[in-house]
Each structure stands twice: as C-alpha cells, then as structure tokens.
C-alpha cells in the first residue's frame, strides 16, 4: 500500500471538511484517505447532515487531479467500488442515483464528491454496526435508513473493512483517472435499482417524471417520457415504482 496515505482520527466534525482544510499537508502523489470513528457534523447531500455515531464507516478520499471534468462520475464510480468489495464478501447492495447505497430498498450508505483546489474529494458514510435507535430520528423520502448489523449482517468490524478499502480503491480510481466512467457503466447498471423503474425527481424544485433508460456518458440519468429521452444531470429522485 505505498501509493496511500492514511490519517486516522478518533473523532472529526467531517472527514470531508479536513480534508479541505489540510490540503498542505496531504500527498499530493498519493490516494489519501482520511477516516474517523465518529463524525459531529457528517455531510450529506442536499444540505442534510450525516449521522455519524460509532457503529460506521467514515471515510474521505482525497488525491489530487488538475483535470477533473464531473464529479458525478466519481461519485458513481465509487459506489460500484463499494458494491463490488461488498459483493466480494457475500453482501448484496444496489446503487440508487447518484449517490445511495441501498441494502434490501432501505439505505446503507452515501457519497459525497467534490472538487476544490485541484483536488477530487470523495467523502462516503457507511452504516455498519449502527443499531435502530441511531437511526431513528432520520427522515428520507424513501429508502430509510438502516444499517448491515440491522439488516442481519452481524459480526462486521469496520476497521477490517476499512483496511479492504484500502487496497481496493486504488485500482479502480486509477481506472477512473484513465478511463472516466466508461468502465464502471456495466458495474453501474449491474447494482442499479433502478431498472425499469418509472421515476419522480426533484430537478431545481421542479418534478420530473419518466421512466429510467441508461446512465449516460457523463453520469447522468437518462429517462423516457412520452417516448422522449431527457437527461438529469442533477436531482433527487422522490419516487420510484
């Protein structure tokens, strides 16, 4: 594991924030990984904040790359990553767009990418361990929130999977800096949940509907209504059936 960097902490406000907060003192030649047992101010997306207590997996990648295009597309890359190491230990997850992890309709886990300074920021939060009461006062539109321990995967030990994590992101981020999302469509497609699925998307506060077709080139969403392809390059999907 040279090509890593790797900075624990007991306790951060967020993973991500550090890490924009330190880009002095990361490794600019490496995948830096910035993890905490516990976060007091986890980010979500859409503004929300992220639970954070013992029990999950925090973690931010940060390497740097003067030629990002969409952060979309690392976004999505890394939830294939996530889904595949998963499947790899007999653990079957699914993708909701753009940044979901879901585990039997109920969500596991969320990504959260960004691009600042010429560095790519990959920040994920992975329920592991957390019990229901952890969970109880989180309120989703659909999918709710759940954990592996919840779902019946008991025995998991985070820092076990975090060390996995470890050697297997790097490969695949290298595949992304090479290839962009194209090697990760098939991978998308096979954990996506929302195949054939007619959707309602909040896009700009406006509601979209149509039915899902394909991810497309630049990680967007491509959808049919009336026999029409649109493409959703930003949204929260509400509805899904």
């Not at 990553?81 to 969320?110: A, M, Q, R, V």
Request: one cysteine or more; proline letters at 3%.
């Amino acid at each position: 594991m040279n090509n890593i960097s790797i900075y624990n902490f007991d306790n951060l406000p967020s993973t991500n924030e550090w890490a924009k907060e330190n880009f002095n003192k990361l490794n600019k030649t490496k995948i830096n990984f910035i993890t905490a047992n516990q976060q007091t101010n986890g980010q979500g997306s859409h503004g929300r904040s992220w639970e954070s207590p013992l029990g999950g997996i925090y973690c931010t990648i940060c390497f740097h790359n003067d030629k990002c295009g969409n952060p979309t597309t690392i976004t999505l890359a890394s939830a294939v990553t996530i889904c595949s190491y998963f499947e790899s230990i007999g653990i079957k997850l699914n993708i909701k767009w753009p940044n979901d992890i879901i585990c039997n309709k109920k969500k596991i886990g969320g990504i959260l990418s960004e691009y600042s300074d010429n560095w790519l920021i990959v920040g994920f939060g992975l329920n592991i361990n957390l019990s229901k009461d952890n969970l109880i006062d989180i309120n989703r539109p659909i999918f709710p929130a759940t954990s592996l321990k919840i779902e019946g995967f008991n025995n998991l030990n985070c820092s076990k999977i975090l060390h996995e994590l470890y050697e297997y992101f790097p490969k695949e981020i290298l595949k992304w800096n090479e290839s962009g999302i194209s090697k990760f469509i098939d991978g998308y497609e096979k954990y996506n949940i929302l195949t054939d699925k007619n959707l309602l998307i909040n896009v700009n506060n406006e509601k979209v509907t149509g039915k899902y077709k394909e991810l497309g080139s630049d990680g967007e969403l491509i959808i049919l209504d009336n026999h029409t392809s649109k493409k959703i390059f930003s949204g929260e999907i509400l509805k899904l059936e």
